[in-house]
């Protein structure tokens, strides 16, 4: 088992900053993944930015994480339309994070008659835009949502987010739309493809049971629980399963990222 060579998935949100800040250690960390060669991938459920967006607001945090080690639902979700209809055409809400990755594998953005309706975060949801979304299902468009999450941070509290909006969308339809990103282990796989790793050598690090760790498990992966976020020791025992390591932050893996489980 000390042969073992790890691949690391990274939430960003609660792991490696909070509120727009830095969390303690996370840069330390990310060098000694970088210093000792391990390939990594941060990965987000939030759909507004693209991954060149996401690095710059993580460059003024104090993190230096590259374009191509950033994978987003919105990403995950393109990946998945462009492998189920190559070249295709969806009617979209979301921002550019969204709209510039589907149109990256050639979709095409239509109010009419599209194959999908894509559902993703945006700042400034439109009655009309989901309205719209309503008539087109019902019209036989295939409903994909980027991510389920409920609400979403904002400085002044929470507010909506992709899973009450297609909530929404859904009771006035009758239509479940199919979420890629996490809890889906989809994303996860297309993390892994996009690293070309296996899950049998790949860990997840995250501060939710019900989304990180959940897909984790579910994708074959090792996990580990950072207390920096929303879960807590407390609150990971009500679940029916478990991280493989509960850790205070990524603080605690300095030093041991070549052997975060003390396989060595």
Known sequence: MNERRWTYLSDMDGVLVKEEHLVPGADEFLAELKANGIDFLVLTNNSIYTPRDLRARLERTGLDIPEESIWTSALATAKFLSSQRPNGSAFVIGEAGLTTALHEVGYVLTERDPDYVVLGETRTYSFSAITRA???????????????????????????????????????????????????????????????????STLMIGDRMDTDVHSGIEAGLQTILVLTGISSRESAERYPYRPTLVIDSVADLIGRTLDPFGEG
């Open 134 to 200: 309503i008539r087109l299902i019902e019209g036989g468009a295939k409903f994909i949502a980027t991510n389920p999450d409920a609400t979403g941070p904002s400085l002044e509290g929470s507010m909506p987010a992709t899973g009450s909006v297609a909530a929404l969308i859904e009771r006035a339809t009758g239509r479940s739309p199919y979420y890629v990103g996490k809890p889906n282990p989809l994303m996860m796989r297309s993390a892994l493809r996009r690293l070309g790793a296996h899950s049998e």
